[in-house]
């Protein structure tokens, strides 16, 4: 499906119903490998939403989802353990190349006595993908699933809720650098906060009106030669943030592109990509603008919304795939980081 293409299947009647029980039925044929690895399935409510400002005034509420994911215990594990959420993006979390690295992250956490939960978002509302129909879900819905991932974990009695923290590649990324903005974690949090971000290949074009962070540690994971979501976006916003005392770095990845942690060999697509776009801003009323005179408000839902955006600014044309020593390198970097992060007394 084209990203200009407007249709859509509705969540209601026959059709929809079956193309739920034959997605539901396909990733059941490929749980066997996490299942083996010692994955639980855990169920959770979610919502979906159009924008921001659904959240902010609490409006994302009546569109109520139930969603699940995978949880990987460490083995043996006494008290209450320290978790991290992967958060997939536009692919699907167990339909996609990325098994191999996801359940490597899995054992190299365990191995340190750290959960892992990869939250499905996309099952239950009848998704296979979004790669190439970006109208399937908002960036809001998504950072909501992170935020109810994150207070699934909280409410379990094995994982302390005070030393969880958020990965995620490309858009599921973006969730990742976004719970870290205050007012978002506020509105969907309440009280609580992530421990630790660490956004893999993220979006970082889109910057907040009023910046305000948590304060918890983040570490950028950037592809060098990413020309689907570029790495200079995110060279930006290390540096302004630093420069606002918050402790957010970034590690690049010579020679990496994106999807350098799948398992396909380096390939041309031809995808939609927002890259020659301005930067967009995030207004305090939850709404936001990559087109000064564009306004999200201004249109009935985000799809209508970014399919606008795409025909003033898109382009398409990226470079995915497989980059053995990036990949290499970004699984130790990453295990690290939570070691240092959600295992010391403070994290």
């Not at 990965?167 to 978002?184: K, R």
């Not at 207004?283 to 249109?299: M, N, V």
Request: charged share 20%.
């Amino acid at each position: 499906m084209d990203f200009f293409d407007k249709r859509t299947i509705h969540r209601t009647g026959i059709a929809y119903l079956l193309a739920l029980c034959l997605l539901t039925v396909s990733v059941a044929q490929g749980e066997e490998a996490w299942l083996a690895a010692g994955g639980e399935w855990i169920e959770f409510p979610s919502y979906t939403a159009d924008s921001y400002r659904d959240i902010f005034h609490g409006n994302h509420r009546e569109n109520p989802d139930e969603i699940r994911g995978l949880l990987f215990m460490p083995e043996g594990a006494v008290g209450k353990v320290p978790a991290v959420i992967l958060q997939h993006g536009s692919g699907h979390p167990f339909r996609s190349s990325r098994e191999r690295w996801d359940l490597d992250v899995v054992a190299g956490l365990n191995e340190h006595g750290i959960a892992v939960f990869i939250p499905d978002g996309y099952t239950s509302r009848g998704i296979v993908s979004s790669v190439q129909q970006q109208t399937e879900l908002s960036p809001a819905s998504r950072v909501i699933d992170g935020a109810q991932a994150f207070l699934a974990l909280a409410a379990d009695p094995r994982i302390d809720a005070t030393r969880i923290g958020i990965s995620g590649y490309s858009f599921g990324g973006f969730v990742s650098i976004e719970l870290a903005h205050a007012q978002l974690a506020q509105a969907l949090l309440g009280e609580q906060r992530f421990a630790a971000h660490a956004p893999i290949y993220p979006d970082c074009q889109r910057r907040w009106e009023r910046v305000e962070l948590t304060g918890a540690p983040m570490l950028l994971m950037l592809a060098e030669l990413d020309d689907y979501t570029p790495a200079h976006f995110c060279h930006d916003y290390t540096a302004s943030m630093q420069e606002l005392g918050y402790p957010v770095r970034f590690i690049e990845y010579e020679g990496a592109h994106h999807s350098f942690n799948y398992d396909f060999e380096l390939a041309y697509r031809e995808h939609a990509v927002f890259r020659e776009c301005p930067v967009a801003t995030v207004r305090e009323d939850g709404g936001f603008s990559f087109i000064e005179r564009l306004s999200d408000a201004d249109f009935p839902s985000w799809g209508e919304y970014i399919i606008t955006v795409f025909q003033e600014c898109g382009t398409r044309g990226v470079h995915l795939g497989y980059h053995e020593p990036a990949r290499d390198a970004a699984l130790a970097d990453l295990v690290q980081f939570y070691r240092d992060t959600l295992l010391s007394p403070e994290p």
